[in-house]
């Protein structure tokens, strides 16, 4: 009886044994995973600070003006500035724009 239980636990502490060995390298495992996801997100993150600032470079509000003033030809200062409500023309009047080409401008609806 003696001999049937001390091989019994003999088995059990070499079970337990291979289950702890299991688990161990289970987590070696994720350890190693958990350190390359880190190292990926610092990369990102990195990555994410570079694209910030190429961002508020190319978005900056300067950079846009200059642009404006450059290829569309636009300026700062508006066209017409009217003071108040009594200078802006009455319906029928005749518009103080009238013969620029925005004025003139009409769009053709094709005939089908």
């Known amino acids: 009886m003696v001999r049937i239980l001390n091989t019994f ?17 289970r987590t070696r495992i994720a350890d190693v995973e958990l350190s390359s996801v880190d190292r ?37 200062a508006p066209a017409l500035q009217l003071s108040s409500f009594e200078a802006l023309p009455r319906r029928g009047d005749e518009a103080p724009l009238t013969d620029t ?3 003139q401008a009409s769009a053709q609806v094709p005939a089908n």
């Open 40 to 76: 990926q997100i610092a990369r990102e993150e990195s990555t994410m600070s570079v694209l910030q600032t190429e961002w508020a470079h190319v978005a900056g509000p300067a950079r846009i003006h200059a642009l404006a003033e450059s290829r569309l030809g636009l300026t700062g």
């Open 101 to 103: 080409p925005i004025r």
């Open 9 to 25: 636990c003999v088995a059990l502490m070499g079970l337990s044994i291979l289950a702890l060995y299991h688990v161990s390298e």
